[in-house]
């Protein structure tokens, strides 16, 4: 079966500083790894996804992630954080093996300290 | 933005009633999805279909049915709502393979459901 950990509830960060955000997954076979973004009262949007190639992805915003097949983890990261990343930030995981199901965390909350 | 439409957008609905939750897409994608959001357990699927007439179980599919007649409607319906029930819905759609956009989840805007 699929899952998705994120193991922390909220990060805090100051503006400025690099953020992470972890999660790591299980799946059988390859997997697709995906992050999501969902700001107040607001629908999710799509930052960025790892399918094949590169480890590191760049995706929307200046975030980036990291794919770690050893370590089955995908974290997503940020050099410089802004007050305006401050949102809920989910992970989520499709396997390769027919199956077209995809499994998210339970989300992050970010928060970004002025 | 991919054209996805969820309806209704707020419901409010007593403990026994029967509720439909409609998702409507004019993109043509293959796959759907029903999700729902709550605190704590973020986005659990609910159901997804892989094309007319063909749908599967997710995570949380007690309760729930679903209907996919035509490729651009997904239905989720809870046949006697229960307090449980109380989330946020999300639908959302997939190309599948192929193109710029190929395996990315597009998601509508939510429906709140409150089951008293």
């Known amino acids: 079966a699929q899952s998705v950990a994120q193991p922390e509830d909220q990060v805090n960060v100051a503006e400025g500083n690099p953020l992470t955000v972890k999660c790591t997954y299980s799946?059988?076979?390859?997997?697709?790894l995906f992050w999501y973004v969902q700001y107040p009262n607001r629908g999710l949007q799509f930052l960025l996804k790892?399918?094949?190639?590169?480890?590191l992805v760049k995706g929307s915003y200046g975030f980036e992630a990291e794919f770690n097949k050893s370590q089955t983890s995908f974290h997503l990261k940020k050099p410089s954080a802004l007050v305006s990343d401050s949102a809920l930030y989910f992970c989520?995981?499709?396997?390769?093996?027919?199956?077209?199901?995809?499994?998210f965390g339970t989300g992050t909350r970010l928060k970004v300290l002025a | 933005d991919a054209g996805i439409t969820q309806s209704p957008r707020h419901k409010v609905t007593e403990t026994g009633t029967p509720v439909t939750l409609r998702c409507h897409q004019t993109?043509?994608?293959?796959?759907m999805y029903w999700y729902r959001q709550d605190p704590g357990h973020g986005l659990r699927l609910i159901h997804y279909?892989?094309?007319?007439?063909?749908?599967d179980k997710g995570e949380v599919s007690d309760g729930y049915s679903v209907s996919r007649s035509k490729t651009e409607d997904f239905l989720l319906t809870l046949e006697s709502a229960t307090s449980s029930q109380t989330s946020v819905y999300f639908c959302?759609?997939?190309?599948?393979?192929?193109?710029?956009?190929?395996?990315?989840?597009?998601f509508g805007a939510g429906s709140r459901l409150t089951v008293l």
């Open positions: 989520a995981v499709r396997g390769t093996s027919g199956t077209y199901k995809y499994i």
């Open positions: 279909s892989y094309g007319v007439k063909d749908t």
């Open positions: 993109e043509n994608h293959r796959y």
């Open positions: 790892y399918i094949t190639g590169d480890n």
């Open positions: 959302a759609i997939s190309l599948g393979v192929g193109g710029s956009g190929a395996n990315v989840l597009t």
């Open positions: 799946v059988s076979g390859n997997p697709y």
